[in-house]
Nanobody
Framework: QVQLVESGGGLVQTGGSLRLSCAASGSIFSSDRMGWYRQLPGKQRELVATVTSGGSTDYADSVKGRFTISRDNAKNTAYLQMNSLKPEDTAVYYC???????????WGQGTQVTVSS
């Protein structure tokens, strides 16, 4: 089993920055991919960014150049540095761990990010 605990959300003004952290515990495989998704009320959860254990990253077009995902494999922790935040970035952000073996998704409880205009 895998547990994901997020931290770092909050309220920030337009143009500000926040850093989200996601600590994974339990049975973690070196091949597991970690990432962040976000969800607005009444909308589907959408990809923000992902990172493999080898450091390969992928970003949604809407956050490219503003957000940076990173990962500390020794600590089984992923980070999302969010700069130049916009009101449309307001959402609940969920940490994700995707296990290629068995195609299993694990989710954190979510953390609220609110960007005021």
């Amino acid at each position: 089993q895998v547990q994901l605990v997020e931290s770092g959300g909050g309220l920030v003004q337009t143009g500000g920055s926040l850093r989200l952290s996601c600590a994974a515990s339990g049975s973690i495989f070196s091949s597991d991919r970690m990432g962040w998704y976000r969800q607005l009320p009444g909308k589907q959860r959408e990809l923000v960014a992902t990172v493999t254990s080898g450091g390969s990253t992928d970003y949604a077009d809407s956050v490219k150049g503003r957000f940076t995902i990173s990962r500390d494999n020794a600590k089984n922790t992923a980070y999302l540095q969010m700069n130049s935040l916009k009101p449309e970035d307001t959402a609940v952000y969920y940490c994700n761990l995707f296990r290629y073996f068995g195609y299993v998704n694990y989710w954190g409880q979510g953390t609220q990010v609110t960007v005021s205009s």
